[in-house]
């Protein structure tokens, strides 16, 4: 009978990827409330009253603005349920994402 040799694990990868990122975006409208965009993003994205007014105003005088970047599921369902809440309240405040470069 032939020995059996066993050899050490071979090391096939050692860097460890992080996975790619995927920016919500607030886009500006003319008929949501202020305070209901700030509502919104304290809620969801758990923001206090003046990172969320910051956030708010800014897409209000550039037409959009980056909330935060999250996994692709994470932004995704973020970003549904921001924009569900506006909807159930009949304005059309929209949340998108896209992936970051
Ligand atoms: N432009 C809206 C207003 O003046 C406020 C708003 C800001 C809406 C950011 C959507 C996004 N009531």
């Not at 050490?8 to 008929?31: A, I, S, Y």
């Not at 800014?58 to 599921?73: E, I, K, L, P």
């Amino acid at each position: 009978m032939p020995e059996t040799i066993t050899l050490p694990p071979v090391q096939l990868e050692t860097r460890t990827r992080r996975p790619p990122l995927h920016k919500v975006m607030l886009v500006n409208d003319d008929f949501t409330p202020r305070e209901f965009v700030v509502l919104v993003l304290k809620a969801v994205f758990r923001m206090d009253e003046g990172q969320a007014s910051k956030v708010m105003m800014t897409a209000h005088q550039r037409g959009a603005c980056v909330v935060a970047v999250f996994t692709r599921d994470v932004a995704e369902e973020k970003a549904t349920l921001a924009t569900d809440l506006a909807r159930k309240r009949e304005f059309p405040l929209l949340f998108t994402t896209e992936p970051e470069e």
